[in-house]
């Protein structure tokens, strides 16, 4: 796999950070799809306990979140953490290391090579952005992450 790409016949080369934070990208994605795809083994193999029984879903999939929520006493926010031991809950392992992702190569591989080229601006991008990311992610703003 080449890292040029050609637009109007001019050439254009990727930086050596834009190959590292894309091939970490992608196998850190890969790896959060197999760990989704095993805890959902896990899950529908009936292999670890779930907090809400498979026979139990469809008596609440017509139900408002807010219902859903009161209903199946579910934790709201971050509160799903201390249910990991549970096997529907174990599934948002891969789906948080999926969603965490693009933060975590900017951090681990743009960061580090701006600070190294003294690029102040773009090292100023790079922590805004992961900041924003994190933020949103937190629940702290009430936008409805977890």
């Known amino acids: 796999m080449s890292d040029d790409y050609e637009r109007d016949g001019d050439v ?12 970490m ?33 469809p008596k609440y999939w017509s139900s408002p979140v807010h219902e859903y929520v009161e209903k199946a006493a579910m ?8 249910l990991l031991g549970k096997g ?8 948080t290391i999926l969603a965490a992702m693009t933060a ?15 690029d102040w601006i773009f090292m100023g991008i790079v922590i805004l952005e992961a900041l924003v990311l994190t933020l949103a992610a937190s629940g702290i703003l009430g936008s409805g992450g977890h």
């Open 12 to 23: 254009f080369h990727a930086s050596p950070e834009q190959v590292k934070y894309a091939n």
């Open 25 to 57: 990208l992608f196998w850190g994605s890969w790896l959060a799809i197999g760990i989704m795809l095993i805890t959902y083994a896990i899950y529908v193999g009936g292999i670890i306990e779930p907090y809400i029984p498979l026979n139990e879903i």
């Open 75 to 82: 934790p709201v926010g971050w509160g799903w953490t201390s």
């Open 88 to 95: 529907d809950f174990l599934n948002f392992i891969g789906i």
């Open 104 to 118: 975590v190569c900017f951090l681990i591989t743009l960061l580090p090579a701006y600070i190294k080229q003294k």
